[in-house]
Each structure stands twice: as structure tokens, then as C-alpha cells.
């Protein structure tokens, strides 16, 4: 599974990140990159993340 973040959309709320932070970091920029772009585990957390951007700006692949 990837994860796909669009860096351009990222808005910094930082949803991401406090749900998971082993995925997702913050940048010291304020835009979300990805820890890992390709994760093995737990996609029902990655899902409940990607829904839980308030600009939609993540996806999975
Ligand atoms: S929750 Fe969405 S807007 Fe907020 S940091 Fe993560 S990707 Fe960016």
C-alpha cells in the first residue's frame, strides 16, 4: 500500500500526523511528507487518516 500525499493541497492541519505519526510527519515547511511511502500494515488506520484530512489531500494506492 502507498501512501500518496499531495504537497501542494497539505494545508498543515496536522490531523495526519496526531493520528499517526509513525506515517506522517509535519515538515518544519508546514506541509505533511509521508515517513514511509509504502506501508505493509494497519489500513484501517491509514484509511481513517485519509478521511480525516480536511482538504483531502491523501490518498491510498
Ligand atoms: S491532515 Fe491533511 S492538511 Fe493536515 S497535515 Fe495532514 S495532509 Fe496536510
Given amino acids: ?3 500518496i500525499a499531495d504537497r501542494g493541497v497539505c494545508a498543515g ?4 500526523e496526531a ?3 509513525e ?3 509535519v515538515g518544519d515547511d508546514g506541509i ?4 514511509s511511502d ?3 500494515a494497519e489500513p484501517e488506520l ?6 480525516s484530512c480536511p482538504v483531502q489531500a491523501l490518498r491510498l494506492a
Fill in 1 to 3: 500500500m502507498r501512501i
Fill in 23 to 25: 506515517f506522517f510527519r
Fill in 38 to 40: 509504502t506501508v505493509a
Fill in 46 to 51: 491509514l484509511e481513517l487518516v485519509v478521511d
Fill in 13 to 16: 492541519h496536522g490531523m495526519c
Fill in 19 to 21: 493520528l499517526a505519526s
Fill in 32 to 35: 505533511v511528507a509521508p515517513v
